[in-house]
């Protein structure tokens, strides 16, 4: 019976602090890398937010440091940190922690407003939405999407917390569930100036009623580049509702959140928006300082207490010509012959019409040519080799990649032939 009793009371101890640690991280608190609170929680995940090499040959990154119940972990140094360009690390390297980054966040907030929300769970999504948009800074920008079997915008991207948080307070709950829908109509309310993207998509149940699929709604996060943090209002764990949320936020970058009641919503929205504003600058300057246009891999390790992790970027070095001369003295004709990408703009519809676009350099491409496509911050879409020159507007899985500008670069050997650009439109 005494044993009974003292392991009653620890286990009632340990739920304690354990809770009490839960709710002081997702009040906003950063949790100190070497606290009782990180410690506990024994986890550790970096997230890489963006690359830029505009003051190259040095690189700038942003990366966040959290665990794995969407915290944010800070006071790091250049000690938990290492970083690999092309698998040669990198010294030395400069971190800056930014508890209030001022760079701004985008973020479009997805409230589910389907019947099951009626009563307490609406009004407490109301308020936790409310108090995500109080806790904006100046340079960020919210977006308001709501959806039960229809989606709609209740507010446009804006800075005016008044006329937001009025946008929030008029949602009221209707009918069926299509949470993909809702996605994608987030997902394309950003336009190309509008950077550090992010999805705040709150459920509490089962798509019912979307046109699209999953799978759409994830193609279209990740050709946007946006993270999404998702919340599972009271889901039964590890159902087929749970899991798909959990997949978009992980494949994404973003973190799966359980709300076990609307209560718990006000604290898990001022998790996410500390997360959003912290981050780290970690910065280098490359071992190949070459202007040679090329693609390259860098790789950031993160070391706290006995836990890593690790996330990849990639960044294209600018392009500068050889000054030699490239005409021949006597014949002076190029030495490479013209190159053109035809048609540009095309338009993959499968209308029948201009559906893809053709690589062509003279008559004839010669079979040492490798043709990447990347997107505009950099990410490798599409590699082409051994003569192939046709591109469909897919990525490398199959997936019908959105409208927008593409970036190629064609080369022969180590040697660049062209680069320029594809635009993508339906």
Not at 392 to 412: A, C, E, H, N
């Amino acid at each position: 019976m005494c044993k009974f009793i003292r392991f009653t009371l620890t286990l009632i101890v340990v739920t304690a602090i354990m809770k009490s640690c839960f709710m002081s991280s997702a009040a906003g608190s950063v949790l100190d890398s070497k606290s009782t609170e990180a410690t506990m929680l024994d986890s550790v995940r970096l997230t890489y937010n963006n690359i830029t090499a505009v003051s190259f040959p040095r690189i700038v990154s942003l990366v966040t440091v959290m665990n794995n119940a969407g915290f944010v972990i800070g006071k790091l140094d250049e000690n938990n940190f290492e970083v690999y360009e092309d698998n040669m690390r990198e010294l030395p390297i400069e971190v800056i922690e930014l508890p209030y980054d001022s760079i701004g966040i985008n973020v479009v907030l997805v409230i589910d407003r389907s019947r099951s929300m009626i009563g307490q769970p609406i009004e407490d999504a109301r308020n936790a939405a409310i108090t995500f948009v109080n806790l904006m800074q100046s340079q960020d920008q919210s977006a308001v999407v709501s959806f039960s079997q229809d989606v709609r915008t209740d507010h446009s991207f804006s800075n005016n917390k008044n006329s937001l948080i009025t946008a929030i307070s008029k949602i009221f709950e209707t009918d069926r569930t299509a949470v993909y829908d809702a996605v994608i109509h987030a997902v394309n309310l950003f336009t190309d100036d509008l950077k550090n993207r992010a999805i705040i998509l709150m459920t509490d149940g089962a798509d019912n009623s979307s046109k699209n699929t999953f799978q759409d709604a994830l193609a279209a996060c990740l050709s946007h580049e946006i993270r999404v943090f998702t919340i599972g209002l009271g889901l039964r764990t590890n159902s087929p509702e749970e899991i798909n949320l959990k997949e978009l936020a992980n494949t994404t970058g973003g973190i799966y959140y359980y709300s076990p009641s609307s209560s718990d919503l006000e604290e898990i929205y001022k998790a996410i928006s500390k997360l959003l504003h912290h981050r780290y600058q970690v910065s280098y300057t490359t071992h190949n300082p070459a202007k040679d246009g090329t693609l390259r891999h860098v790789r950031i390790e993160v070391f706290v207490n006995t836990n890593t992790s690790l996330d990849t970027a990639s960044y294209l070095a600018p392009f500068e010509p050889d000054t030699v001369d490239t005409l021949d003295p006597i014949d002076p004709e190029p030495v490479e012959p013209p190159f053109e990408v035809t048609p540009n703009p095309f338009t993959p519809n499968d209308d029948g019409f201009n559906d893809r676009t053709e690589f062509k350099k003279g008559d004839e491409a010669p079979i040492d040519w490798n043709i990447m496509i990347m997107d505009r911050s950099g990410r490798l879409i599409r590699t082409f080799s051994n003569g192939e020159r046709v591109w469909d507007g897919k990525d490398k899985s199959g997936q019908l990649m959105f409208p927008g500008v593409y970036l190629y670069i064609v080369s022969s050997g180590n040697r660049i032939i062209h680069r320029g650009t594809i635009q993508l439109i339906r």
